[in-house]
């Protein structure tokens, strides 16, 4: 079992990055459970709505709420989130080689969300992949303890952590 987590700088780049690399190590003939975020623009509201793709071919489930044109708050569904845990739960049972979870955020810093996913990934020897913001740092750092590696989030270097082939 490995373990490793990433964050990126720039706003929304995680998430297409963390879905290239889960789609080559499925490519590569790996296992994997978990899931990637696609986010899709909103010509009506200035944020974007949020699917959680369950790894390896779905559902894709909504995980982001419409509050409003203008709207500040916080718009994650947690509902939708905790279908999403259920299913990537669901897929982990069956076997995975790998767990992709596109963000240790709010829910997990709190003690929900994908934290007993990626324990139970751990705890059957499956190798986790964790995309983690600034904020979050601190709070994945004590939850996972000084097990984790920092990978750089460049994709060369995650599918080299990976074991996956580069994607032509």
Known sequence: MRLAFTMTEGRGELDPLLHRVALAAIDSGLR?????????????????????????????????QSLGRESRGCR?????????????EARLREGADLLVVNKFGKQEAGGRGFRNVI?????????????????????????????????RADLPDLLAWVGARVPH
């Open 32 to 64: 994997v459970a978990g899931i990637v975020q696609v986010n899709h623009d909103r010509p009506d509201c200035t944020r974007c709505d949020m699917d959680a793709i369950v790894l390896p071919d779905g559902p894709t489930i909504r995980i982001s």
């Open 76 to 88: 994650l569904n947690a509902e939708g989130l905790e279908t999403a845990v259920a299913a990537a």
């Open 119 to 151: 324990a139970d990934a751990l705890a059957q020897g499956t190798d986790v992949l964790v995309g983690v913001n600034a904020l979050n740092l601190p709070a994945l750092r004590d939850f996972l303890g000084e097990d984790a590696t920092q990978v």
